[in-house]
């Protein structure tokens, strides 16, 4: 299995997203049957081979210089990443067509898509960044994430909070006295909002603690409290997000104030795993060393020899 998934190139994501591009231009020629299943079922294929593509980029060592492989840091390049803004769009084009088949969407997302994908290809001469770059790179995004992901749960936290009582109020009939809340529905749509932005957010600040794992020690260490606690945090708001928009009950605004809720509980707890253990420090490392050796850092970036990604890429599937 393992060596058919190493076959993956890019041209079998981009192939698949062409193909999706046709099927919806296909559109001006009117109903067409079975075109939208056509177009899922090719997007789809298109997702899992960029991310297997991706994934195997940032864990299999395969493909690398043989003369300095310590030195080139797990998805470090701007290949990298232009794939991994291209795969994010991907992502938001599956979910909203999921959501609203109608639209010409596509017409807008794919040929960004498959243009970021040439973009990718166009820089894949420049050299990558080594271990050290790139672990400071991914400890950026991670944090910026994470920041991103908490300040989200806890805006919605405060909305559901707010919706709570303004609910209560209103039950009351004391709504309309001098302390005025915001409506229902603003408040109801801002703990939606607060809902998709933390999951993604959360999502994108775990992938990013992955990847500047990999490049600092080579393992993930899983068994971490602060990480497995994350995982746990990512896992509740996607299950969230989920039942927010696939299941609808007449008190709509109320059951997304409690998911909201009950996000903070899970941050709380995601917040006493980080705090009380050494997740995020920079002066412990694994039992096990790792087998890469650092660049020495007092290396400048114009005495590092250039590393192309252009070797990275394996043959067409």
Known sequence: MIEFLQQISVTCFTTSYAVVLVIELLRVAGRMPGRGLAGLIMMAVGIFTHVTYLMLQATSP???SV????EIGRLATWTDWSLMVALGLAIAYFVLYLRRPDTIVGFFFLPTILGMIALAMSVRHLPAFNRGEAVEFWRNVHA????VGSAAVLFGFLAGAMYMVQSARLKRKRAGSALRLPTLETLQKLNRQCLVVSTVA???????GVVMNLNRWGEIPWTNQGIMLSAVLFVWLASATVVEFAYAPASHGRKVAY?????????VLAMIGVLSTSHGSTSVEPTNEPATVQPPPNESAANRPAIHHQSLLRSPS
């Open 144 to 147: 910026i994430s994470m920041v």
């Open 202 to 208: 959360v999502g994108v600040g775990l992938i990013s």
């Open 259 to 267: 998911l909201t809720l009950a996000s903070f509980g899970f941050l």
């Open 67 to 70: 003369d300095l492989p310590a």
């Open 62 to 64: 395969a493909g690398y």
